[in-house]
């Protein structure tokens, strides 16, 4: 069946259609209609009291919304954790009185933090950036106020399964903020929870309840992915408007449809190995354990187990998960590039084999981060090469962003400034991988200041260019206001500049062998080199921080007070959202659904500075869009 | 006090930051079109400035830190390890240059300019070619050289290198060498105890002249094998100057094969640090005690390591001769000897 037929079928039969479900279906004429309300929905806005709009929302906007500033309140303490540790690595004198206020005096006597608090924080801040906030904030966020719109939909396949999506997450961020306040503290044993430290209660402080209460939250955020991202692949799938076929779709419906899909294949085992390692803490299975001999306890029990089982685990959804989180960055830059240069996007279609690409090959990866396991050395050798790979349609990528502007009449706007940042960052974070990626020059790198300069530019700082990137330009199709441009340049600069001062030096750090996760430096002659050059970090990790107080800031008093948004089109682009009303309502178009006849990208084609996707082809057009 | 006055001073500037982006929001309004074109053009020269400044400042700092990157290798592979590093800093350093300078150059070159268009230009394949294949071919390259040197380095030991065993536990390192029987004692973890710290087997004979001095001491030149394991959670034997680092766990033993080049009286000479010493740390989160977890290491010339060894007793002769432990080991072997009997008698 073409898809220009399931169009149409879905359009006779609305009932019988299996995709649409009981709240809502889209009539003949592509209007939306709800089962207890079967006039235009025009009216229903006004109807809906305020738990319906502003809470249990079913639409698709609203549930965007949510993520997003749940999102923004888990990076302000993800990101003011950092301060915190970055607090003990750069002025470990400094007597922070407010730790003991705010957790207890016993996580930080004194003022001065234990090691055991600075392990919760590292882990703390590392699961809240990577999951809660770059993977829910960015992806739930545009995922949901994007796809039905770019696509033209009247909401998602399944609005009710996209409103739990938005709970479990909610769900899960509650047992993590609660975890920070049980005797024993959140979890302390990084991130990645290898076992057996995360597996032993007795192992240490983070290893108690914090860790039990960790696991319980991850399961809920695994369940809440796995329910937005079959609706986003479902949605992209079988609800776009007449005439959008795949190769049609914007760059940024492909990435969010790609990392739909990662996120659907790798998740899944990430909750199997949450539920083993609970087994292994609570029941006394012995899945990764072995042959273990805890002082002050004696041998343990668990005999028969595998640590490394653990670690293949995690790192089969771990790295793909990086993918997850830098693919909607991939997405909002190229369609922002795109816009604001006032060209098309150079190799549409090499953009989108290059994303098939790198999701293929992120399935095969990742055991690079296990090379010092004792690995055997062929399997490395397989991952080394497979690895080395991805850098090739990352490299097409980054050459095609820069042809993008190349010859461009660029309209900086702070969307855009953040676009062209995202790309020098990628650029200086996935070069570092080269080094990383091949496994002799990883036993001298792995697990020093190295790879954590890497992965915060490349894929940390970078998505979170790509998230600024994306609100600065969807932030009047959200509340049909503009942002402050001038506080938007501030901002950026700041991040930017400061950005490269807090992870660059980190790099020389990691060549010269210093460890991360290390409470303190001191022990080390090697290490200790590096006191001015931490305190520098810290310094400009603080000033970094307040430059997104600016941003929050700035969001919170836009969504009021900024200024009003007059014209559909402001950025005068190409894709269909811009065809909505200025405030649209649940259901997005007043009229009939625009049908679609051209590709996203034509910006500068025939004399003409744009023609929207809902302009038909003139006779004997040429396109780039199948 | 000075709290207060950062954070007051902090506020100040903060509210001076919003209240000049709300007055230039309502200037550009007025001004239109021009004020977004000298947005433009600013925002393009700050680009300019920026690329040039970050590659100045990159070049500045990377001569200033010099000194401090890869320390010295002390091991024959960490040679080869360098080199790779080495090579593949200048093939990205080459790419990174290339692809900064571009977009800056581009990011102020084309800003925007009244009543211009972008330039149409939506694909190129020949192109696109290009930069897939520059960068396979480099790619390649750098895969072949690291996998040449990849299998050296995790290549199998020959016979007669010498073995250590490296167990880590919280919060410091076990070392165990062979005794003048050339033979490491069996260990189990079941007989793991405060004395015991690695659950020699002294039933073994093997294990009873085992040695379990306080620092490691390697002879300079002389391969080693180290056997790496772990009595609790994950930990990880790193040893910078010799560009060893290898995951140490429980109930999964791992090795690690080098050889030592340069002693540590050698090493203080090239380092003008007379005090220098090597050391070993841990590389995988262990615990509270994690970044304490340090054994110092010292690489000897032939004589230095066997007048070193000479003054080295056996841990059995240390710790277990003459206490009760070792009459608990007595009836253990009783005990194993009686077992043994009775399964050969109940096989016959």
Redesign the interface.
């Known amino acids: 069946m073409s898809e220009k037929d399931i169009h149409h079928e879905h359009h006779e039969h609305p009932k019988g259609a299996t995709i649409t479900d009981h709240v809502h279906y889209q009539d003949t004429e592509g209007v939306i209609r709800f089962e207890e309300d079967h006039g235009h929905h025009d009216s229903d806005r006004n109807k809906k009291n305020f738990i319906h709009t502003y809470i249990f929302s079913t639409d698709h906007k609203m549930i965007g919304k949510q993520f997003l500033i749940t999102g923004i309140f888990w990076a302000i303490i993800g990101g003011g954790l950092s301060n915190i540790f970055r607090m003990q690595l750069g002025f470990p004198d400094v007597p922070l009185h407010f730790i003991g206020a705010i957790f207890g005096d016993k996580w930080a006597p004194n003022g001065v933090m234990?090691?055991?608090f600075y392990?919760m924080l590292i882990t703390m801040h590392g699961t809240i950036l990577v999951f809660f906030v770059l993977t829910a904030g960015l992806s739930g966020t545009f995922a949901n106020l994007l796809i039905p719109l770019q696509i033209g939909a009247r909401d998602m396949a399944s609005p009710v399964l996209n409103m739990l999506s938005y709970w479990f997450f909610f769900l899960a961020g509650l047992v993590m903020f609660i975890s920070f306040f049980v005797p024993s503290g959140a979890a302390g044993?990084?991130w990645v929870f290898?076992p057996?430290?995360s597996a032993?209660r007795e192992?240490?402080?983070g290893s108690e309840t914090g860790a039990d209460l960790w696991l319980v939250s991850m399961s809920f955020f695994i369940v809440s992915s796995l329910l937005g991202g079959l609706n986003y692949i479902t949605t992209i799938l079988n609800l776009r408007a007449k005439g959008m076929s795949m190769a049609k779709l914007p760059l940024t419906i492909w990435a969010l449809l790609i990392t739909a899909i990662l996120g659907l294949l790798s998740f899944p085992v990430l909750l199997g190995a949450a539920i083993l390692l609970m087994f292994d803490r609570s029941m006394g299975t012995s899945f990764y354990?072995?042959?273990?001999?805890?002082?002050g306890i004696?041998?343990m029990p668990h005999e028969g187990?595998?640590?490394?089982l653990y670690q293949h685990l995690f790192w089969f959804l771990g790295h793909p998960e990086v993918y997850i989180v830098i693919l909607p960055a991939f997405g909002i830059v190229s369609e922002v590039l795109a816009v604001n240069?006032?060209?098309?996007?150079?190799?549409?279609?090499?953009m989108i084999l290059s994303m098939l690409a790198i999701a293929a090959l992120a399935f095969f990866v990742w055991a690079h981060h296990m090379f010092?396991?004792?690995l055997n050395?062929f399997v490395?050798?397989v991952f080394?090469?497979l690895t080395?790979?991805i850098?090739?349609p990352s490299?097409?990528k980054?050459?095609?962003w820069?042809?993008t502007?190349?010859?461009?009449?660029?309209?900086?706007t702070p969307a855009m400034?953040f676009s062209?940042g995202f790309?020098?960052l990628f650029?200086?974070g996935g070069?570092?991988g080269?080094?990383l990626g091949?496994?002799?020059?990883d036993?001298?790198l792995?697990?020093?200041y190295f790879i954590v300069a890497h992965f915060h530019i490349v894929m940390g700082v970078a998505a979170f260019f790509g998230m600024f990137a994306g609100v600065y330009h969807w932030f009047p199709k959200m509340f049909g206001r503009f942002m402050?441009?001038?506080?938007g340049?501030?901002h950026f600069?700041i991040t930017?500049?400061g950005s490269?001062c807090i992870f660059?030096?980190m790099h020389?750090q990691g060549?010269?062998?210093v460890?991360r996760?290390?409470?303190?430096?001191g022990?080390?002659?090697?290490?200790n080199?590096?006191g001015a050059?931490s305190e520098f970090i810290t310094i400009a990790a603080i000033v970094v921080f307040?430059a997104q107080?600016?941003f929050v800031?700035?969001y919170l008093?836009s969504m009021y007070r900024g200024?009003k948004m007059t014209e559909l089109n402001p950025w005068k682009a190409n894709t269909i959202e811009w065809t909505t009303p200025i405030n649209p309502g649940h259901g997005n178009w007043d009229g009939p659904i625009p049908t679609v006849h051209r590709g996203p990208?034509d910006?500068?084609?025939?004399?003409e500075?744009f023609i929207p996707q809902t302009v038909p082809m003139r006779p004997g057009e040429t396109t780039?869009h199948g | 006090m000075t709290t207060y006055l950062v954070i007051a001073a902090l506020l100040l500037i903060g509210i001076l930051v919003v209240q000049i982006s709300k007055a230039n929001e309502y200037i550009n309004i007025l001004r239109g079109d021009d004020a977004e074109l000298d947005t433009d053009k600013i925002n393009g020269v700050l680009w300019y400035i920026f690329t040039v400044v970050f590659l100045v400042g990159i070049v500045w700092s990377t001569y200033h830190y010099l000194p401090l990157f890869l320390p010295v290798s002390a091991s024959e592979h960490g040679h080869w390890i360098d080199s790779m590093f080495n090579i593949t800093l200048i093939l990205t350093g080459i790419v990174f240059v290339l692809t900064q300078v571009a977009l800056g150059y581009f990011a102020w070159k084309y800003h925007g300019k009244k009543g211009k268009l972008g330039f149409y230009y939506p694909e190129n394949n020949k192109l696109e070619m290009i930069w897939t294949i520059v960068p396979a071919i480099a790619l390649t390259i750098l895969v072949v050289v690291g996998l040449y040197y990849w299998f050296r380095i995790t290549g199998p030991a020959s016979d007669n290198a010498r073995v250590v065993e490296i167990t880590g536990k919280q919060f410091n390192w076990l070392v165990r060498y062979e005794g003048p029987d050339g033979k490491l004692g069996t260990n189990n973890w079941k007989l793991i105890d405060e004395t015991n710290s690695v659950g020699i087997d002294f039933t073994d004979s093997t294990g009873l002249d085992d040695l379990m001095p306080s620092d490691l001491h390697f002879e300079v030149n002389k391969e080693y094998l180290i056997k790496i394991g772990a009595r609790d959670v994950i930990h990880n034997v790193g040893l910078n100057h010799f560009r060893i680092k290898m995951d140490a766990m429980p109930g999964l033993p791992t090795h690690f094969k080098f050889t030592p080049t340069i002693t540590t009286d050698e090493m203080r000479k090239i380092t003008g640090n007379p005090a220098f010493d090597y050391e070993m740390c841990c590389d995988y989160l262990c615990g509270k005690g994690h970044s304490a977890m340090k054994m110092m290491v010292y690489v000897d010339t032939k004589t230095q390591h066997e007048a070193w060894l000479k003054t080295q007793k056996s841990f059995f002769e240390l710790a277990i001769k003459g206490t009760d432990e070792e009459k608990k080991i007595g009836s253990l072997a009783k005990m194993e000897g009686d077992e043994k009997k009775k399964s050969e008698h109940s096989n016959h």
């Open positions: 234990t090691p055991d392990n044993v990084s290898y057996p430290l032993i192992a240490s402080v354990l072995d042959k273990i001999y805890m002082s004696g041998a187990g595998n640590p490394i240069s006032r060209k098309p996007i150079f190799g549409y279609r090499a010092v396991t004792g050395p490395g050798s080394v090469f080395l790979l850098a090739i490299a097409i980054v050459f095609n820069i042809t502007m190349w010859r461009a009449n660029i309209r900086y400034m062209v790309v020098s650029i200086s070069l570092t080269i080094f091949n496994s002799a020059i036993i001298q792995h697990d020093t402050n441009r001038t506080m340049f501030i600069w930017f500049v490269y660059w030096p020389y060549m010269a062998g460890p996760r290390y409470y303190s430096h022990a080390f002659e090697s290490f080199k590096f050059l307040l107080l600016l800031f700035n008093y200024k990208y910006y500068g084609k025939d004399g500075d780039h």
